[in-house]
């Protein structure tokens, strides 16, 4: 076969499962492809440039995590709403840091019903433009203060070099977006929102953060600063999992978005957005999926447990699957949800009762990273047991167990909350053993040389030529400037690069 023939059947070929996992140490960003098809979570789509198809286990995990940050949002006084997608292009040039920042990534729309527009529209990148123009029609007065939505969108960047979940031209996410009547209020809901994203990132992904500030090379197109959430993934680079800015005044400026204070004055809005997007997604695969597949935590999971029953005739047939739907409706009843969630989450099963060996099912479910496994024959009916093994060995379970059927219907939330909380032990453990503090630059090449990367701890002396030349020629770059509890304590000390003073030690990564 041809060398390009063979190219075209290899890209036909990619959204199809069934074929062999690289292993990490191999080739990380194949097994992070390979990953992703043999779990059935997406693939490209090929007809239009940088885009992504979500298959249904793809998009029901996103559904998981959408579910559980949007129950977190209402419960802080946040009310959805939704906006246009397409944004007058004027509205873009309005605040300059803005149109700047994202001038490079932008779709324009030119025609429309066979006719040239009066005025292009942009296919939305992030929308503070136009939501900042309809909050100048919103509030009136320091009564309609705080005004707090969220949105739940599609958004468009038109990006060179793509990656599904990661960096894709179309992607999915929400974007917070709130106006308040001083910046002590606006400072604080930053910290609330970066809180809230913290939590959900270790307690529903089971994926440890850094909280920390960008720095002003780093930070949001427009924003007087930006917060970010960054997570270790296994091949020792950075991904930044949520952002949470203070926009200050400067589209309450651009937009004209005053208020009449308590006192009788006018002044502008002070204003924030934040968001997260299906980058988490990618966040999940590279925190805790192995070289055998997909592994998932039960709160991200759609399927929690799947039933495999075996049998030789129809007679143990019907046995074994009443048996097992017998299981699957008292798991049915059983909620994950902590207490006070706004949500239930109730265990989901899936009883695999296809045409195929065993064997190939085990094989299916263990690459779509479902934390639990039952197989179920005659013989277990015959000692009124189940064979449970979970996903990965850790203290939730180590290889096949046979366990008695009440007692596993009766343990399986403390045996999946286990699960859940080994997997973010796992992936602390892993953060903590790749942090490192560096002192000297032949040190800081050595752990970046080539593809290689870490979580390093260094001193910077705060400018931005010295921040640039280090992403040129190493491609580092400073992920965040550490909240406090989350990175070392203030210290003096000498930058890294440059030998220059330095306050303190900021984290240093490669970055997805």
Excluded at 7 to 29: F, W
Excluded at 77 to 97: C, D, M, R, W
Excluded at 346 to 363: A, C, H, M, Q, T
């Amino acid at each position: 076969m041809k060398q390009g023939a063979r190219a075209e059947q290899q890209e036909d070929q990619v959204g199809k499962a069934g074929g062999k996992i690289t292993p990490r140490e191999t080739d990380y960003p194949q097994w992070y492809q390979d990953v992703i098809r043999e779990a059935e979570l997406a693939e490209p789509a090929k007809v239009v440039k940088g885009c992504m198809v979500i298959k249904p286990h793809g998009y029901a995990i996103w559904e998981k995590l959408q579910r559980d940050l949007d129950g977190r949002f209402k419960a802080t006084g946040h009310q959805n709403a939704y906006f246009p997608l397409l944004v007058p292009q004027s509205f873009i040039t309005k605040e300059a840091e803005h149109v700047e920042g994202f001038s490079p990534e932008l779709a324009v729309v030119t025609h429309a019903g066979g006719e040239k527009l009066e005025e292009p529209y942009v296919i939305r990148p992030t929308s503070e433009t136009i939501i900042g123009y309809f909050f100048s029609r919103w509030i009136e007065s320091y009564r309609d203060l705080p005004l707090l939505v969220n949105q739940w969108a599609n958004v468009m960047r038109w990006e060179k070099r793509t990656r599904m979940f990661l960096r894709t031209t179309e992607f999915l996410w929400q974007e917070g977006h709130t106006a308040h009547s001083t910046h002590e209020e606006a400072q604080a809901e930053v910290m609330r929102m970066l809180d809230v994203y913290g939590d959900f990132a270790e307690q529903v992904m089971a994926m440890p953060v850094i909280r920390g500030i960008k720095t002003d090379s780093e930070r949001f197109a427009g924003a007087v600063q930006t917060t970010c959430i960054e997570a270790l993934m296994q091949d020792g680079k950075a991904l930044q999992a949520g952002t949470s800015h203070d926009l200050g005044q400067n589209f309450g400026k651009a937009f004209n978005v005053m208020f009449q204070t308590e006192a009788g004055g006018r002044d502008y809005v002070w204003q924030t957005s934040w968001g997260v997007s299906t980058r988490l997604v990618g966040g999940v695969i590279m925190t805790h999926a192995d070289d055998s597949g997909l592994v998932l935590p039960p709160r991200v999971a759609p399927i929690h447990v799947v039933i495999v029953p075996i049998y030789k005739n129809d007679e143990e047939r019907s046995q074994v699957l009443a048996a097992a739907e017998s299981i699957r409706a008292q798991l049915a009843d059983v909620d994950l949800a902590p207490p006070r969630s706004r949500h239930r989450d109730f265990i989901e099963v899936v009883i695999d009762d296809r045409d195929l060996r065993p064997g190939n099912k085990f094989y299916m479910w263990e690459r779509k990273g479902v934390p639990v496994r039952v197989e179920l024959g005659p013989k277990d009916l015959a000692k009124g047991q189940v064979c449970v093994k979970m996903r990965v060995d850790t203290a939730a379970g180590r290889g096949k167990e046979f366990i008695a059927q009440n007692e596993f219907v009766a343990t399986i939330k403390e045996r999946l909350d286990r699960f859940q909380d080994e997997l973010l032990r796992i992936a602390r453990e892993r953060l903590q053993e790749r942090s490192r503090t560096i002192d000297t630059w032949d040190e800081f090449l050595a752990a970046f040389a080539g593809e290689k990367s870490t979580f390093a701890w260094c001193h910077w002396d705060g400018t931005r030529e010295t921040e640039a030349k280090i992403k040129e020629q190493t491609r580092v770059t400073i992920r965040c400037i550490p909240l406090p509890g989350h990175g070392p304590a203030p210290e003096e000390g000498r930058c890294v690069f440059s030998g220059n003073p330095s306050a303190r030690r900021v984290l240093m990564a490669k970055a997805y």
